[in-house]
């Protein structure tokens, strides 16, 4: 795997994660999308 592209990757994973938390209503969402992973 290209070092360039996993970095890349991360910075994308980070930034994402930053607007998830920025707004609570995509939070909530995410929150029972998780909660549905873990039930399966």
């Known amino acids: 795997l290209n070092p360039r592209v ?4 991360i910075v994308e994973g980070c930034f994402f994660l930053l607007i998830l938390n920025l707004d609570p209503s995509v939070d909530r969402g995410m929150e029972k999308f998780v909660g549905a992973e873990r039930a399966v």
């Open 6 to 9: 996993f970095a890349l990757a």
